[in-house]
């Protein structure tokens, strides 16, 4: 990941987001679109597993300055989440561990409406080093990674003796607006 070139967020139209990545990527512009598995049963068939978009509707990207230009004309694009005027910043710590979730293969659940908690961070298990939001759903302790860009968050099970508190705050002010010379917002 480059320490130059901040990661932002892309939203795109409706089922469109392996479309848009492989734009990005044919242009040369750095995309992740973070997949999970989810179950699907065909009428008397197997139950088999599709990997869908763990937000569904965003992709996130990480455009060098000359590349800006070159997004505006990518087909299923909606173009970049903004705060104000500018293009707004995924922080990549957050970016980072939604990155370690998918890649555990563990059963993730991406939950829009969980309200912001106490901040947490994970000191033993697989998890370690993530920080989040502890939440309980259902009697299970869940550590919650928001992605406010997204209005969504992700979710995974955790043991509640895996964690540690971290000073409570508010995620309110996540989004970060950035500015570049020369760029239309």
């Known amino acids: 990941m480059s320490q130059t070139d ?19 990527r044919q242009k040369q512009i750095i995309a992740y679109l973070p997949r999970h598995p989810v179950p699907r049963r065909r009428a008397n068939g197997p139950r088999t597993f599709v990997q869908m978009p763990l937000f569904p509707g ?9 590349q800006f230009e070159h997004m505006r004309y990518i087909r299923g694009s909606c173009g970049l989440i903004l705060s104000g005027d500018k293009p707004a910043v995924m922080p990549e710590k957050d970016l980072e561990a939604v990155q370690i979730l998918v890649g555990s293969g563990t059963d993730l659940a991406v939950n829009p409406r969980l309200m912001p908690g106490e901040r947490v961070e994970v000191v033993a298990g697989p998890f370690m080093g993530i920080q989040g939001e502890l939440v309980r759903i259902k009697n299970e302790d869940r550590l919650v990674i928001n992605a406010p860009l997204l209005s969504s968050s992700v979710s995974v099970e955790v043991d509640v003796d895996d964690v540690t508190s971290l000073e409570p705050r508010k995620v309110y002010s996540a989004v970060k607006p950035v500015s570049y010379q020369g760029i239309p917002a």
């Open 6 to 24: 901040p990661w932002l967020v892309l939203r795109t139209r409706s089922h469109q987001e392996n479309t848009v990545e492989q734009s990005l």
């Open 58 to 66: 965003y992709i996130f990207v990480q455009p060098r300055v000359e």
